[in-house]
């Protein structure tokens, strides 16, 4: 069982945080439907960052348009989503939340949350490799910096953050608790 008023989870964070697994999984676990970001860009913008070249906000502003609409689709049919999205820059955010019919600009009051993947670069540089090793995404270790860099969190927009070094169970599950979803979802 789950609310019916739609509500929707950008799970945000680097490359190789875990926005593809934890947002599986709470899929599964609060019934509401998984879209990974990764999906929406552009095949000119995939070829970029293949080759390391890291992506302009001119090349992300489509991508980001995108999944601003498929946010408002959910909520005026009153759905939930889990998104996962790197989300890195304030202005990236605030595109996302204006797909809330009901935000106002800068007000950081949405039916759009953001849960911030937290994970120490050490962390995020071995399962880059890792997955790049084993040919399961495009983008290569060298580009993790360039989003490291890009990541600006401010505190005024309430962003909740997980450790994710922790289980991927855990993790679903602190989520789950935090405040603004406490009690929300029901199993």
């Known amino acids: 069982m789950v609310s019916t008023n739609g509500a929707v989870i950008v799970i945000m964070g680097v490359s190789g945080a875990g926005k593809t697994t934890?947002?599986?999984?709470?899929?599964?676990?609060?019934?509401?439907?998984?879209?990974?970001?990764?999906?929406?860009?552009?095949?000119?913008?995939?070829?970029?960052?293949?080759?390391?070249?890291?992506?302009?906000?001119?090349?992300?502003?489509?991508?980001?348009?995108?999944?601003?609409?498929?946010?408002?689709?959910?909520?005026?049919?009153?759905?939930?989503?889990?998104?996962?999205?790197?989300?890195?820059?304030?202005?990236?955010r605030e595109i996302l939340r204006s797909g809330d019919p009901d935000y106002k600009s800068e007000g950081y009051k949405s039916a759009v949350n953001f849960v911030l993947l937290d994970v120490p670069a050490e962390v995020l540089i071995a399962r880059v490799n890792k997955r790049a090793s084993e040919g399961k995404h495009y983008m290569p270790a060298s580009l993790l910096q360039s989003q490291l860099d890009l990541l600006n969190i401010d505190e005024s927009e309430g962003i909740l953050k997980v450790d994710?070094?922790?289980s991927p169970e855990s993790?679903?599950?602190?989520?789950?608790?935090?405040h603004p979803f406490r009690g929300y979802f029901q199993s």
């Open 171 to 178: 993790i679903v599950d602190t989520i789950r608790e935090m």
């Open 164 to 166: 994710a070094t922790l």
């Open 22 to 92: 934890i947002g599986q999984k709470l899929e599964k676990v609060i019934k509401y439907k998984y879209l990974d970001a990764d999906d929406f860009h552009s095949q000119s913008n995939k070829e970029k960052m293949s080759m390391g070249i890291p992506l302009t906000d001119e090349d992300r502003k489509p991508w980001l348009e995108s999944l601003r609409d498929a946010i408002e689709e959910y909520l005026i049919n009153k759905k939930g989503l889990v998104l996962g999205c790197s989300a890195l820059k304030k202005q990236y």
